[in-house]
């Protein structure tokens, strides 16, 4: 008896063009059009509502646009947009930070980097309390809360998590792993502290750079992707086909196993597998 080939049915929900709105303006012919040839280099998830999903994209053109997508209505709708990189923004990694001040409370975080080398942060946490269409009629911030200078080349991948700070309140450790153009390899720690209640009117975040360690010549060519296996576990790839392990921690980043592959361009997000030993009659996994 043959067996069926199984099939899967892809329905479209919605579309946008960001020359739409630009074709809805008065007196258009006085403003410069979208490029038509902007591409999207990454979208995350900033916020999940009960009636839709707030994207974060990061464009060619040097854009960091906010969407909201809404599958009840098939709608897709620009609400919020800055052009602060001024350059290609490559990548993009969205982190909840929880902090307990007199109340328990959570901050919505987005990390960007772009081909100047440069990581933002950005709050979006109004973003997570407002309605949206209060939120398409509110100016929001066009200035991150802080910059990291991190590499001499273009950033393409982002890794963030957050670290453990006991016995104080108010504030938090963010760590940011970077991978760049150059083969470097940067771990930034931000410190994330919420102003005294009665020093200012607004839930307004203070964000300081900790600490930083670098790794220059991590790989061979541009690094390709990051991710975190487990607390102070780092695993890196690049094209120059090997996959390397990492140990981070507060005094720095010491390399702890590599693997090569056969795939030149790899990536820490595939469903490769592969083992090797760290050197220490140890060996570990990556899936």
């Known amino acids: 008896m043959q067996r069926q080939a199984p099939s899967c049915q892809v329905i479209q929900v919605a579309s946008h063009r960001l020359d739409k709105q630009w074709e809805r303006r008065r007196n258009r012919h006085k403003t410069v059009k979208m490029d038509p040839e902007t591409r999207y280099m ?27 997508v809404i599958e009840g209505k098939r709608q897709i709708e620009l609400l919020w947009e800055t052009f602060y990189h001024q350059r290609c923004v490559l990548s993009q990694c969205h982190k909840y930070v929880c902090v307990s001040l007199f109340v328990p409370l959570r901050f919505n975080l987005l ?3 772009a081909t100047d080398g440069k990581i933002a942060v950005w709050d979006f946490t109004e973003a997570s309390f407002i309605s949206t269409d209060a939120l398409s009629n509110t100016p929001a911030s066009r200035v991150p809360c802080l910059v990291i200078p991190a590499h001499q080349s273009g950033i393409n991948s982002l890794a963030v998590w957050k670290e453990t700070l006991e016995q104080q309140e108010g504030c938090c450790l963010v760590t940011v792993a970077s991978g760049g153009d150059d083969g470097q390899l940067t771990v930034s720690t931000v410190r994330v502290q919420y102003p005294d209640e009665g020093k200012t009117g607004r839930n307004q975040l203070n964000l300081y750079l900790n600490s930083q360690s670098h790794v220059p010549l991590a790989h061979a060519a541009p690094l390709t992707d990051l991710k975190l296996l487990s607390p102070g576990l ?3 790839t690049s094209s120059d086909q ?3 392990l990492w140990r981070v ?7 702890s196993g590599a693997v090569f592959s056969h795939v030149a361009d790899v990536d820490a997000g595939s469903g490769a597998e592969h083992e090797c030993s760290t050197g220490a009659g140890q060996s570990w996994q990556l899936k």
């Open 111 to 113: 990390f960007s980097a």
């Open 242 to 244: 090997r996959v390397f």
């Open 234 to 236: 780092l695993v890196s």
């Open 249 to 255: 921690s507060s005094t720095g980043i010491s390399h």
């Open 42 to 68: 990454s979208v995350v998830v900033v916020d999940e509502k009960t009636d839709c999903v707030l994207l974060a994209v990061a464009c060619s053109d040097g854009a960091i646009r906010l969407f909201s």
